[in-house]
């Protein structure tokens, strides 16, 4: 099948990887100008004129990034199949929408507030209780667009700092750790759901995942499935979906959904029996779908703003490297590690061994090392 | 690393498949005119009119087919690092070569002669003893230019039907079951060993590769380690080399060798820790080799002619699906599964389930089913 890509950055390409093997061709279409990691033929078209000729050689379309004119995915859902929906899309962009879905579905978040001035967001953090987390109501990710309020005095330098024209106001949650749980449904609706995994973030941006989360009770697993399940055959959803969530004295509280394959889903690639990216192609392509098995535990380690010593590091035995082929930037994500175990003692072991040789790598600070 | 491969096939595109998440790019030079499942940019140039220019854009050179031109590889060599070395093409590439080789090394081989006309294959069958085996000297493959003589009435039969102009005629070895041993060796020297794998043929073309080979005892595993090893210290061999071995009573016989990654080693892309398509590429980059050890037990199942029911196949949950992107064609590898289990008990139950969706699979008859 001939697989159109919205986006033809890294996840682009592992989509690409994943999906040569069951005899699919990929087409990249680049809005940005700046394609980064597309492997196949990329149409950069910044001002959409090309979109007719990219939809007359796909077959289906589907994208990598939310953060993309929901209307095109409405055109191009006029012509050709795309998935996830442009509902999906929708949803997943506005966080308005997003904590309202929630909200109607039984899924539980921080309480929160709407802020379309400086007063507003005052008023808001007063209201809900410092600290709270101000973010711009759409285009945020990777920690880009939020501030955290520790007095609603802090307000109208917050207002300024994210600049946009409305905010969702946070409470903050006082979380034991940072989950997500990433699942897949089918063409024909039959779901799938990965192991959990613990998130580790530094300065926004996600920096280890460790899969199966350490300690997970089953009636938190329970939840979670629960949720993601809702949200799923709600959207009338087909591909995968990423849910993050705080883990709590109380339970779970969700975060954030990613309508699409996710950075805390890249361990799957060697540490499940099939891969985000594999389950994905399988969902769109209307094709049965993996078995989400872990084999043994596994850590992703992102490779942030530097390569590192990349001879190093595949010198260790128990490395799987992916690299994007992108130039080295501060902050920006280049690859990612996986790291196998057997034992969880043994993954933070050789996960620490291999952070020594990636420069700027916070230390592992994770439900296993604080215990 | 811009790698350049000699060959556009499914080992090409494999090692692409490999090879882009250790930061390479990949371009195919296609001499055949009818490149199949390259992935990346596909030069075809059947008259080498655009080697040059091919060589102008590429830092390294591999090939995934040992019947192209010496010379070709030989002039390449001039400009740029060819790995496998071209003299490891040319003694893979000739049999004659090859057992000579072989013999020098002390790794035993079936008794050989060596036949230019009828009358000498009539005669080699005379001293051996029959049955033996016939052979072209160079160009053979997949079973292809052979002929099994069972006495030496039909030598002139067997010449007519092979149509070659130089013949090595092989007593036919008495074999428990046919093996391969597959290792990698870095540009600086570094070794690496898989696991063997049992192989089964029909009609001269592998069916099935179960790794690590059942049963196998530790002193015949030295046996092959010996023997490779001393192969690829002895041609100063970078890229992974493979080993075919009959097992007899009396231990190993070699058949033949592979300068390429192998059929029989497709296991090792889901099978093994690192599999042999990113080993190869490793060792052309001059990166450390991963680790070779096998995860669980697998078998790989090629895919012969006709896809089966694709859908079927997927459904299962222990499998993993390869295809080449080829269209169907009898005797044609159209692709394989990788079968994994726990044990060998489980793993022949799988194989025997996967290859009911096959057609004309023959039934798995193997060490596993015979004991």
Known sequence: ???????????????????????????????????????????????????????????????????????????????????????????????????????????PTPEWRIAENAEQLRRAASELGCPVVAKSNTEGYDGKGQAVLRSPEEAAEAWRSISHDKLIVEKFVDFQREVSIIAVRGEDGELAFYPMAENVHSEGILRYSIAPAPGLRPEIRDDAERYIRTLLNELDYVGVLALELFETADGLVANEMAPRVHNSGHWTMEGAVTSQFENHIRAVTGMPLGDTSARGVSCMVNIIGSHGDVRDILRLPYTHLHLYNKLERPGRKLGHINVLADSYEELVWRVRNCACFLPGAPELDCSLTRS
């Open 1 to 107: 099948m001939r697989i159109g890509v919205l986006g033809a950055g890294q996840l682009g390409r592992m989509l690409a990887l994943a999906g040569y093997p069951l005899a699919n061709d990929f087409v990249f279409y680049d809005m940005s100008g700046n394609p980064s990691a597309g492997l196949g033929e990329v149409i950069i078209d910044r001002n959409n004129e090309f979109l007719k000729d990219f939809l007359s050689r796909v077959d289906r379309v589907t994208y990598e990034f939310e953060h993309l004119p929901v209307e095109i995915a409405q055109i191009i859902a006029r012509e050709k199949p795309v998935y996830p929906s442009p509902r999906a899309l929708q949803v997943c962009q506005n966080r308005e929408a997003e904590k309202t879905l929630f909200g109607s579905l039984g899924i």
